[in-house]
T-cell receptor, first 112, second 116 residues
């Protein structure tokens, strides 16, 4: 299994809603990532987890809250988002000390 | 700091044409270089990589050579197909201390459209 699975594929939420994005991999990777991608732009790193511990937070607003409950799962909890947070949210994983990232297909988020 | 500059496009070619997408980089230390491809509605897939000077990465008919003297990693394909239509991202990473994985720095992406 060489896939990173993200759910849901599409999400529409209001600014007062709370929602969560989910990511799962079964490749035994110990590093997992959240990226944000606006249309026609490259992905921007948000968070990196290494061995289920948060190792990089790229100064992301607190309305985005990551969680890594175990080595296969990565969540991104969303609360009080703004319309400018609408984007494609990509999850990725890699073997620690290796540089090849495997990306999921992303969750297309629209904030109304 | 680290940065990647690639031709922004869009690039439009006919099927079987030759493709070049230029990529140059600035990096502290010794970076690894990558080309990622993003098909419509999908995440990114690693297309090829090179980890040291003069290495050539290749995959699916695409090639790129790590040129340290010109700090370049240009993507080429001899004969493109309609199915190659996608956005192509050049990227680099520099390993952090202790060998820990570090983040990718992406170029802005190049949209390639191949017409039949």
């Amino acid at each position: 299994d060489t896939e990173v699975t993200q759910t849901p594929k599409h999400l529409v939420m209001g600014m007062t809603n709370k929602k969560s994005l989910k990511c799962e991999q079964h490749m035994g990777h110990r590093a997992m990532y959240w990226y944000k991608q606006k249309a026609k732009k490259p992905p921007e790193l948000m968070f990196v987890y290494s061995y289920e511990k948060l190792s990089i937070n790229e100064s992301v607003p607190s309305r985005f809250s990551p969680e890594c409950p175990n080595s296969s799962l990565l969540n991104l909890h969303l609360h009080a988002l703004q319309p400018e947070d609408s984007a494609l949210y990509l999850c990725a994983s890699s073997q620690l000390l290796r540089e090849k990232l495997f990306f999921g297909s992303g969750t297309q988020l629209s904030v109304l | 700091g680290n940065s990647v500059t690639q031709m922004e496009g869009p690039v439009t070619l006919s099927e079987e044409a030759f493709l070049t997408i230029n990529c140059t980089y600035t990096a502290t230390g010794y970076p690894s270089l990558f080309w990622y491809v993003q098909y419509p509605g999908e995440g990114l897939q690693l297309l090829l990589k090179a980890t040291k000077a003069d290495d050539k990465g290749s995959n699916k008919g695409f090639e790129a050579t790590y040129r340290k003297e010109t700090t370049s990693f240009h993507l080429e394909k001899g004969s493109v197909q309609v199915s190659d239509s996608a956005v192509y991202f050049c990227a680099l990473s520099v390993l952090g201390s202790g060998g820990s994985n570090y983040k990718l720095t992406f170029g802005k992406g190049t949209l390639l459209t191949v017409n039949p």
